[in-house]
């Protein structure tokens, strides 16, 4: 009906499409973005993102790749939110390859990552099982200068005490401790529960 009553400009299509995403009806969003291109109104970085992030976040990659791909094919570049959603919807599937490919691109693109990116890879390869390269890519992640918070420390603790590696999980809260931060609720929770798990109730 709206789409109907009115004449809508980029920025108000745009807003419908971040509302239909959020609201999960994804079939009105990629509707609204088709009436878009159909109007000869040219979808912008804003636009595209909050498609690939809804699409993501449904775990419906194949459209959000074609979505990634067409934003490549008109010249425009993508974002590090669209980047954060089309890598995080990759780990969550295991597909760290291809995760860590768009990082990659992501570099090349000159797009600056952030925190949340290189935690969001850690994550992934940790629930994969493979603790090796989520910690090499945690050492990616210092080299360059990025600085862990309470949420990026949670998911590596959780990665080692979830892959057997109660050591290598005291060794980060020892360094936690000495660097001042304060060990939160879930941090806690991780490190009884597994030391619950591996007979050391004393220390839980």
Do not use: H
């Amino acid at each position: 009906v709206m789409l109907k009553c009115c004449s809508p400009n980029v920025v108000t299509y745009s807003i419908w499409i971040d509302t239909f995403c959020k609201s999960g009806k994804l079939q009105m969003a990629l509707k609204s973005f088709n009436c878009m291109k159909r109007d000869a109104l040219t979808p912008n970085v804003v636009t595209f993102t909050c498609l690939i992030d809804g699409y993501c976040k449904a775990g419906d990659l194949e459209v959000a790749v074609s979505l990634y791909e067409e934003m490549r094919c008109v010249g425009m570049s993508l974002n590090v939110v669209a980047y954060t959603a089309l890598i995080d919807g990759f780990c969550k599937q295991g597909e760290m390859e291809r995760a860590e490919g768009l990082y990659m691109r992501m570099q090349e693109d000159g797009v600056e990552t952030n925190a949340l990116v290189y935690t969001t890879v850690i994550d992934g390869y940790f629930k994969r099982g493979d603790s090796d390269n989520a910690m090499k890519f945690l050492a990616k992640m210092l080299n360059q200068g990025m600085r862990l918070d309470i949420a990026a420390y949670g998911v590596i603790i959780s990665g080692l005490c979830g892959n057997g590696k109660l050591k290598e999980a005291e060794e980060i809260v020892q360094g936690m401790e000495k660097g001042g931060l304060v060990l939160d609720k879930m941090i806690l929770t991780t490190m009884m529960n597994a030391y619950f798990r591996s007979g050391r109730t004393k220390d839980a």
